[in-house]
């Protein structure tokens, strides 16, 4: 039984920022979901051995799952800058794992407590995120059909140039209820997104943003808010 | 005198009626198959590990005094019906070839084990691919006639050995070790250069456990005498590549990722309890371990007492083993009988 005082993340919004490669070893090994994705290692090879990323890169979800265990946090720590990163999360490792280990989940863990402590590894990795990045925080959506340009899905093949144009009516086409908007992937009223900040405000989030992406940041605060004035104002009426 | 009687007539449950037979008790002999000798006749294990007996002779010697002894009575093809438990022991209906109702004294359990049936761990492709076949099939084939290709027949060129197929892995269920998988893959390997001089022959291992007297006689004879290479990771999983079986994996000390294709691939299962062996302990009111085999309750006293008074064990039954351990539990669990019956050396 999982005690009920636990979070889901152990994501302390004072830890924002600390990087020390002891108190990041112990973030991943308090997290809640460590102990189901890790019970031992049998040093198989199975893991490795079904990983499409091991087969094209230096990457080893084998050797992520030993260096944790083996509780060198040096390791560790260096593995977060890189190393970690060449996984697809597709998660056939935990499919076969004899111990029922998840090392694509740990990974993930591990992924977690980098951005949260902010390392030099997110600044880098997230910068070609930015546009997503910018629509999560906005209005919780990730992709929308305004971000459908050639110049950034060059690895799309030849009919983007196509599929970036005339959105509105392409849009109509979609038999979902989208209600035909472009710039989110559905309608997000001011209201939602007003409860996304107060969440991203409580649990440090913003505070998480200011120190991975100054400018980002500068951005998403004068979008706050605006959208607070104005459900501030409709409430007032 | 006393009745006992012996459930399963593989190694175990023939020492154990041969045993009990000398002594002067009479001996119910209840075997389900139409044969005797169990998992040695069954697969027609032609050499046998770790000395490299002749199955076949191992065999005969087992059954030879069973089958003339005038104390015991063989009953094939016939399974155990109701039981009844009552004063001095246990009313008993068979069925099938021999039907009747027989009240003896003590009966032990040698019910032996299965082997598990790859086609539950897909990732090897068994049942798929017509050249991955099991070690017991590969016993089949050296009995038989020269070890060939199942897809056309070839001689191989390359055999591959995947090892604890079915053992020690929680996606199958079976988080034991089967004992017996990595010796007896290791003498296939030796036996197996004989008819194959050039071929390429590899184990792909987790942990080699050629334990005790077995690792200069089976491991190091394999890498010495027949040149067999043992590449430490455990197979990932089998496609198939130009008609021939396709392995991936990790070798985890010097290659790094392999597909690396092979003319032909055992697996080496592991063993299960046998069907039915809960159905028999349910009868007897004989417990099981957690891994479903039955549970020797006192294993620092002796071997074959079971929770159940009366009821013994021996062999495969109680969890993987040898041929050579499961003869010996038969002498262990026939010993046990006499000590419960009481029985004295006259003078
Ligand atoms: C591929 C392979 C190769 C092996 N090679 C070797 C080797 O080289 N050397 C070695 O030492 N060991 C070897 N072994 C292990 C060996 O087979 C076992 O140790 C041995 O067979 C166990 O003997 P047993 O009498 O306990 O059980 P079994 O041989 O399984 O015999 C049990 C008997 O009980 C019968 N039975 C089961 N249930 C019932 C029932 N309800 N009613 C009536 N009868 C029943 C079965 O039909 C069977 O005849 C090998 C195992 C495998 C998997
Ligand atoms: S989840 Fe990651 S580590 Fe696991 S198999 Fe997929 S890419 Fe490899
Ligand atoms: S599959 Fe599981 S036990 Fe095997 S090396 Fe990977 S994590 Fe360890
Ligand atoms: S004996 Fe060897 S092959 Fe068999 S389960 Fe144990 S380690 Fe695996």
């Known amino acids: ?237 | 005198m006393a009745k006992v009687m012996v459930i399963g007539a593989g190694p175990a449950g023939l020492r154990a009626a041969e045993s009990l037979a000398r002594f002067g008790l009479d001996v119910l002999l209840v075997e389900q198959a139409p044969y005797l000798g169990g998992a040695l006749a069954r697969h027609r294990y032609g050499g046998l590990m770790p000395y490299f007996d002749s199955g076949p002779q191992v065999l005969k010697a087992m059954t030879a005094v069973v089958t003339d002894h005038a104390r015991v009575t063989v009953c094939t093809e016939s399974q155990v019906g109701r039981v009844e438990s009552t004063d001095g022991g246990f009313q008993v209906e068979l069925m099938g070839q021999t039907a009747t109702e027989e009240h003896v004294q003590a009966v032990i359990l040698a019910t032996g084990f299965t082997h598990f049936d790859p086609r539950r761990d897909a990732k090897y492709g068994y049942g798929l691919f017509p050249d991955v076949i099991t070690g017991a099939e590969l016993e089949e084939q050296m009995a038989a006639g020269p070890v060939h290709r199942v897809s056309n027949g070839a001689i191989p060129e390359s055999v591959a050995f995947i090892y604890c197929v079915g053992s020690r892995d929680r996606q199958v269920g079976n988080t034991y070790c089967s004992r017996v998988c990595c010796a007896v893959s290791t003498k296939q390997g030796i036996e197996l250069r004989q008819q194959l001089p050039q071929a390429r022959i590899v184990m792909f291992y987790m942990d080699v456990r050629t334990y005790g007297l077995w690792e200069d006689q089976l491991y190091w004879r394999a890498q010495e005498e027949a040149g067999i290479v043992y590449v430490k990771g455990r197979v990932a999983e089998i496609t198939q590549h130009d008609g021939r079986p396709l392995l991936k994996g990790e070798d985890t000390l010097i290659r790094g990722p392999f597909e690396w294709e092979f003319d032909l691939v055992v697996l080496a299962t592991g063993m299960e309890p046998a069907a039915g062996t809960a159905a028999l302990a349910a009868k007897f009111g004989v417990e099981r371990e957690p891994h479903g085999f039955l549970r020797q309750a006192k294993p620092m006293v002796s071997a074959a007492i079971t929770n159940r008074p009366g009821v013994f064990v021996a062999g495969a039954a109680s969890g993987p083993k040898t041929v050579e351990d499961s003869v010996m539990e038969g002498d262990v669990a026939a010993m046990a009988v006499l000590e419960h019956l009481g029985v004295k050396a006259t003078p």
């Open chain 1, 1 to 237: 039984m999982v005690d009920a005082s636990e979070t889901h993340l152990k994501l302390d919004p004072d830890a924002v920022g600390r990087q020390d490669a002891d108190s990041l070893l112990r973030a991943i090994q308090s997290d809640i979901r460590y102990r189901e994705v890790v019970h031992g290692c049998l040093n198989c090879g199975v893991c490795s051995g079904s990983c499409p990323s091991h087969r094209f890169f230096d990457y080893s979800p084998r050797v992520v799952v030993q260096t944790v265990l083996a509780g060198d946090a040096e390791a560790v720590k260096a593995m977060m800058d890189e190393y970690i990163w060449a996984c697809a999360q597709c998660y056939t490792c935990a499919m076969r794992c004899p111990l029922h280990n998840s090392p694509g989940g740990l990974v993930m863990i591990m992924r977690e407590v980098a951005v949260w402590r902010g390392m030099e590894a997110v600044h880098r990795l997230l910068k070609p995120y930015g546009r997503v990045l910018l629509k999560v925080l906005s209005i919780g959506n990730q992709l929308t059909p305004d971000m459908i340009q050639p110049d950034f899905f060059p690895d799309w093949g030849p009919k983007i140039p196509w599929s970036s144009t005339d959105l509105a009516l392409k849009r109509k086409a979609i038999p979902v209820y989208t209600l035909q908007v472009t710039s989110s992937a559905w309608r997000v009223s001011p209201e939602t997104s007003y409860e996304l900040y107060t969440i991203y405000e409580e649990t440090g989030v913003f505070r998480l943003i200011e120190q991975i992406d100054p400018n980002l940041f500068e951005v998403v605060s004068d979008m706050v808010e605006e959208v607070r004035e104005l459900v501030e104002a409709g409430r007032d009426d």
